[in-house]
């Protein structure tokens, strides 16, 4: 491909007394601490809502708004994050958090709920496409070596994947606050969903510690104009459309089982109460951060594109039999095994994109490759929903649709990038 940017030649880090910048550490503690919020409430989202008496549909329809909101903020990060400054943009979106935390807290009112998801950042799994996620992408790769890119991008993740599983396995407070104290278990949820406000709080005072070196220097001085997404980038454009297409698909495929829709699926299907639903999702989000550490060293043995796909595409299959299982234990082993598998392209995916580029052109690549997940992940959910109602609950097409779809993804991916040349690791 003739638009490849050369990517042979090692890039210049600032010297560092450790392999890693306080920079990054902090950007890590940041993600560790929204992920734990988005454990618990992905997981109390779709029961909580449905026993207030909102339907299915309704729960599908307050995702899809939540990631329809992500995606505006994702297209204002690639507009003007570089332009306004890459902490007083993370800043503002960790108080519009706070602010939804606090709407889910104090109201059951589904208008306000709705604008609360649109506006703020209710994930409905433990992990994100939230606009955090497109700049912090940017900012990594100025925290470390280039040898050490995809290292760094496997302790991002791992961090997020084990404290979503804890925040998983919080969603067992409010039976223990029942049990120990006399509360009722709509009043703990409520205070656990003022805790995710706080959590947002906590992200605020980490970012406002970031130190200059996290912005981007080549456009302090010369910004280029809003008016398409794609005007930061130059040589990397044919391949960062490519990989954003690709992505499209894979995160509508995501979309249909994200871990509130899974959550109400087992609850609705097999009667499996809240405890329970925390300890699998503790268990899944376990062994999906155990699983990060294993991506890394298998991308500098066989390269970060047969990584992504080579472990993508068996954890599709074992989705596909989740709904075949005539019993929650069996069902739940199906995705235990499946979510040891599954996660392990997520930091091998970002830090292919961020070696594809050119240092100026990464916060326009994250977010485009973002937005294009976004978009296709926002318009999943409420499909969901409507495939949770009725009779058909118990086909569990989510999971053989989404299954299907994330297997031509890794198919079409190896297709169209197997010959292009990047540096492993």
């Known amino acids: ?38 454990g ?19 729960v599908g329809l307050l995702l899809s708004m939540a990631l329809v909101g992500d995606v505006f903020a994702i297209i204002l990060v690639a507009l003007f994050a570089d332009r306004l400054g890459r902490r007083r943009v993370l800043v503002f979106f960790a108080l519009l958090m706070a602010v939804s935390g606090l709407a889910f807290a104090f109201s059951h009112n589904f208008i ?16 994100e496409n939230a606009p955090f996620s497109a700049i912090e992408q940017a900012i990594l790769p100025q925290t470390c070596s280039a040898e050490r890119r995809t290292a760094v991008f496997a302790r991002y993740n791992i961090a997020a994947q084990f404290m979503g599983a804890l925040g998983g396995l919080a969603v067992v ?31 605020v005072a980490l970012f406002l ?12 001085h010369s910004s280029p104009s809003p008016l398409k997404l794609s005007t930061s980038l130059h040589t990397s454009r044919a391949i960062v459309f490519r990989l954003a297409s690709l992505f499209a698909v894979d995160a509508f495929a995501g979309g249909l089982v994200v871990q509130t829709i899974l959550s109400l699926w087992f609850h609705q299907r097999f009667g499996v109460p809240l405890s329970m639903l925390g300890v699998l999702f503790f268990g899944t989000n376990l062994l999906a951060a155990f699983s990060l550490q294993v991506a890394v060293w298998l991308a500098r043995r066989i390269g970060l594109l047969n990584t992504m796909v080579f472990t993508h595409l068996p954890s599709n299959i074992l989705l596909m039999l989740v709904p075949l299982m005539p019993s929650f234990p069996l069902a739940a082993l199906c995705l235990l095994c499946r979510q040891a598998l599954s996660q392990m ?19 326009a690549a994250a ?55 990047v540096v492993r690791g």
Not at 12 to 26: C, I, Q, Y
Not at 209 to 220: A, M, Q
Not at 345 to 363: F, W
């Open 1 to 38: 491909m003739s638009n490849t940017p050369d990517i042979t030649q090692p890039e210049e880090t600032a010297p560092s007394s450790s392999w890693m910048s306080t920079d990054g550490w902090r950007v890590i503690a940041a993600r560790a601490l929204r992920t734990f919020g988005y």
């Open 40 to 58: 618990f409430t992905s997981v109390l989202l779709g029961v909580t809502l449905t026993a207030a008496g909102f339907s299915t549909l309704q």
């Open 112 to 127: 306000i709920l709705v604008l609360a998801a649109f506006v703020g950042t209710i994930s409905p799994s433990s992990s």
């Open 173 to 203: 407070i409010p039976d223990i606050l029942h049990q120990l104290m006399g509360m009722t278990t709509t009043f703990a949820v409520r205070a656990m969903f003022a805790g995710y406000a706080v959590l947002a709080l906590s992200t």
């Open 209 to 220: 510690g970031l130190s200059e070196k996290v912005e981007c220097e080549p456009h302090k």
């Open 345 to 363: 392209d997520v930091p091998t995916r970002q830090a292919y994109t961020m070696t594809l580029v050119t240092p100026e052109e990464r916060t």
């Open 367 to 421: 977010s485009l490759t973002t937005v294009a997940r976004s978009v296709s992940l926002s318009l999943s959910p409420l499909l969901a929903g409507a495939l949770l109602t009725g009779s058909v609950l118990s086909l569990g097409l989510p999971f053989l649709i989404g299954g299907g779809l994330k297997a031509v993804y890794d198919l079409a991916l190896y297709g169209v990038f197997r010959k292009v040349k």
